[in-house]
């Protein structure tokens, strides 16, 4: 059976339906060593669950920064949301979540999604749920020492083909990027979490467990076991308006590429185009002027802490297992940090909320 059918073998999952939820926070890898060992501190002091790091493209490698904050926390997990099968090989990706887990003393988590912009390096992306799902059984199968060989459809392991160091667990957890019913079906069979990056519109927390619901089910495992996760464009600022003039700017690029994948939001085509067409001027802030209110808040969490909390609240009771606040999180990283982790934080309900299923 092929790999886009069955995927990675794995035990059976938590259940996220029977645990409190988590809040992380997602960073963008373009600043200077120490900077994110100071941030990873002070989340993790703020009671933060998860630190992830973005594998965008011509951004400095997640592993650098994931390696630097692991070094300086004890209890949050971490890991790359996501890396992307195409840019770095199986192999390569199960020795840096070899790395980081050695070093996090278990704390690593493996995320993978199919990956944007690649063209811009002259890299294809060929059947990208198959080069996700054969990936993450390279992966396990190189953690678990399984020498077995594997001969998929486009990634294989001769036999006796084995890592040549120790690894400090065979399977840390699986995070799938997704939003389309097919990568979240795959999600549903093989991961334990799916997450949807560029969201904030809690609408979409039923669409991705319908749809991951269809996977776990057909592979025998209850869909509640899957935790999803929405996380995007965060900007929290005591000046509210400051916040969301930012956050128009900064998601307007992440906008032309999401916005289609909402199927609960109708854009006008020509705001979109426009915004398009702006973006790949280099006009980002003209582009975030287009973005009403309204459309800002389903795509990205931005204002005072009060509104960014409410928006979160949103999602959480709509079903989301974990939030995640993403970059640039306030008008500096320090400071959006700090009133994401003393304001927002503490007002959030995190209590285990009833997770429907509909399969």
């Given at each position: 059976?092929?790999?886009?059918?069955?995927?990675?073998?794995?035990?059976?999952?938590?259940?996220?339906?029977?645990?409190?939820?988590?809040?992380?926070?997602?960073?963008?890898?373009?600043?200077?060593?120490?900077?994110?060992?100071?941030l990873a501190r002070r989340a993790e002091e703020h009671g933060f669950d998860v630190l992830s790091v973005f594998g965008d493209l011509m951004y400095q490698p997640p592993i650098f920064p994931l390696l630097e904050m692991a070094a300086a926390t004890e209890r949050v997990r971490l890991g790359a949301a996501c890396l992307n099968p195409y840019s770095?090989?199986?192999?390569?990706?199960?020795?840096?979540?070899?790395?980081?887990?050695?070093?996090?003393?278990?704390?690593?988590?493996?995320?993978?999604?199919?990956?944007?912009?690649?063209?811009?390096?002259?890299?294809?992306?060929?059947?990208?749920?198959?080069?996700?799902?054969?990936?993450?059984?390279?992966?396990?199968?190189?953690?678990?020492?399984?020498?077995?060989?594997?001969?998929?459809?486009?990634?294989?392991?001769?036999?006796?083909?084995?890592?040549?160091?120790?690894?400090?667990?065979?399977?840390?957890?699986?995070?799938?990027?997704?939003?389309?019913?097919?990568?979240?079906?795959?999600?549903?069979?093989?991961?334990?979490?799916?997450?949807?990056?560029?969201?904030?519109?809690?609408?979409?927390?039923?669409?991705?467990?319908?749809?991951?619901?269809?996977?776990?089910?057909?592979?025998?495992?209850?869909?509640?076991?899957?935790?999803?996760?929405?996380?995007?464009?965060?900007?929290?600022?005591?000046?509210?308006?400051?916040?969301?003039?930012?956050?128009?700017?900064?998601?307007?690029?992440?906008?032309?590429?999401?916005?289609?994948?909402d199927p609960t939001v109708e854009i006008p085509a020509d705001l979109l185009g426009r915004v398009k067409e702006l973006v790949g001027a280099g006009r980002d802030e003209d582009a975030g002027r287009l973005i009403p209110g309204d459309l800002l808040d389903l795509f990205a969490f931005s204002g005072t802490p009060e509104q960014v909390a409410a928006?979160?609240?949103?999602?959480?009771?709509?079903?989301?297992?974990?939030?995640?606040?993403?970059?640039?999180?306030?008008?500096?990283?320090?400071?959006?940090?700090?009133?994401?982790?003393?304001?927002?934080?503490?007002?959030?309900?995190?209590?285990?909320?009833?997770?429907?299923?509909?399969?």
């Open positions: 059976m092929s790999a886009d059918l069955r995927g990675p073998r794995r035990p059976p999952g938590r259940g996220f339906a029977m645990t409190a939820a988590e809040i992380g926070l997602g960073l963008q890898s373009d600043k200077r060593a120490g900077d994110y060992a100071r770095t090989a199986p192999y390569e990706i199960a020795g840096q979540l070899a790395a980081l887990d050695l070093a996090s003393h278990g704390r690593a988590y493996l995320g993978l999604a199919r990956g944007t912009w690649l063209g811009a390096v002259g890299i294809a992306q060929p059947r990208p749920l198959t080069a996700l799902a054969e990936a993450a059984e390279v992966v396990y199968r190189l953690l678990a020492g399984d020498t077995g060989g594997y001969e998929g459809e486009m990634f294989r392991l001769a036999p006796g083909t084995r890592l040549r160091y120790p690894v400090h667990r065979a399977r840390p957890p699986l995070l799938l990027g997704a939003w389309g019913p097919r990568g979240a079906a795959l999600a549903g069979r093989v991961a334990d979490e799916i997450k949807v990056g560029g969201s904030a519109n809690p609408a979409m927390v039923g669409v991705i467990r319908e749809r991951v619901a269809a996977g776990a089910v057909a592979a025998g495992r209850d869909p509640r076991e899957i935790g999803v996760v929405l996380g995007a464009v965060t900007v929290v600022d005591a000046d509210g308006a400051a916040a969301r003039a930012r956050a128009r700017a900064e998601v307007a690029m992440y906008l032309a590429v999401v916005a289609d994948l928006q979160a609240q949103a999602l959480l009771d709509a079903g989301a297992h974990r939030v995640e606040f993403g970059t640039p999180h306030g008008l500096t990283d320090d400071g959006g940090v700090e009133l994401l982790g003393a304001e927002v934080l503490p007002s959030l309900d995190l209590s285990p909320k009833k997770v429907a299923t509909t399969r």
